[in-house]
Nanobody, 128 residues
């Protein structure tokens, strides 16, 4: 059973930065596609960023391109999400996810259904 544990969330002022971490059990990070999603109160869970297990160019939601960076450290079995230039609309619970989905088209790695395991989430709150 794959377990994912996120950390690094907190309260930050607009314009600030955070680095979220997701530590995985087993050798998950090197073998799974890894994604970050977020969910704000009253809204659906939305895609933020993803990284294919084999490497290559990461995937980002248009709303976070240029501000968020996903990276992985296979030796530490950890995936990171660096968040810069935070905005109040970035306030949400951020979730890490792992999956093994094969390429499916333009929405590849952008939908929750492509992931099999989820962490418990970490809260990010941005004050204006």
């Amino acid at each position: 059973q794959v377990q994912l544990v996120e950390s690094g969330g907190g309260l930050v002022q607009a314009g600030g930065s955070l680095r979220l971490s997701c530590v995985a059990s087993e050798r998950t990070v090197s073998s799974y596609n890894m994604g970050w999603f977020r969910q704000a109160p009253g809204k659906e869970r939305e895609f933020v960023a993803a990284s294919h297990w084999s490497g290559g160019s990461p995937y980002y939601a248009d709303s976070v391109k240029g501000r968020f960076t996903i990276s992985r450290d296979n030796a530490k079995n950890t995936v990171y999400l660096q968040i810069n230039s935070l905005k109040p609309e970035d306030t949400a619970v951020y979730y890490c996810a792992a999956g093994t989905a094969y390429y499916s088209g333009s929405d590849y790695l952008r939908t929750p259904d492509e992931y099999d395991y989820w962490g418990q989430g970490t809260q990010v709150t941005v004050s204006s």
